[in-house]
């Protein structure tokens, strides 16, 4: 009999703890992809007024160039973070839907943003490389990396 009562009070102790493990991620999650979402429509806006802007000073030049593909690269990083957000909200209040919107968030949109997240991650490689020969050979750099080498580099 003792027996059977000790394996019913662990029992109950590992249901209670991993109740709170399940509660505790699921509010992790919905505050992760919330704020998340946040951030990602601040994103959104704040690259779109950076694209603006790098287009009405003119694309003259390689920086320039390579800032205007950097906002459109990461404005394409905040949107499918947006929507990828947005459809993991929808999966948690609408759990009863036909739509595997975990596996359409995770599988189409996940690898999607990492393509641009690395897109991004390259042109940002651009800049700083550009940068640092500004250093090593400033009057050489204007002739090594030119508009249309620039574009070529980035695309």
Avoid at 13 to 33: C, H, K, M, N, Q
Avoid at 67 to 79: E, G, I, N, Y
Avoid at 82 to 111: Q, R
Avoid at 128 to 134: H, P, Q, T, V
Wanted: aromatic share 16%; charged share 15%; net charge negative.
């Amino acid at each position: 009999m003792e027996h059977t009562e000790a394996n019913s009070s662990k029992d109950s102790g590992y249901s209670s703890v991993y109740e709170e493990d399940s509660a505790l991620v699921f509010i992790g999650t919905v505050i992760l992809y919330t704020i998340g979402g946040g951030v990602s429509f601040l994103g959104i806006w704040s690259n779109i007024f950076s694209m603006i802007i790098f287009y009405k000073l003119g694309l003259k030049d390689s920086m320039s160039v390579e800032f205007f593909a950097l906002s459109f690269t990461d404005l394409l990083v905040a949107l499918v973070q947006f929507v990828s957000c947005t459809l993991y909200i929808l999966g948690i209040l609408y759990p009863d839907s036909s739509l595997d919107i975990w596996s359409l968030t995770t599988l189409a949109f996940g690898y999607t943003m990492l393509c641009f997240y690395f897109t991004s991650c390259w042109i940002t490689t651009v800049i700083s490389i550009e940068r640092c020969l500004c250093v090593v050979y400033p009057f050489k750099v204007k002739l090594m990396f030119t508009r249309s080498r620039c574009t070529g580099l980035i695309l």
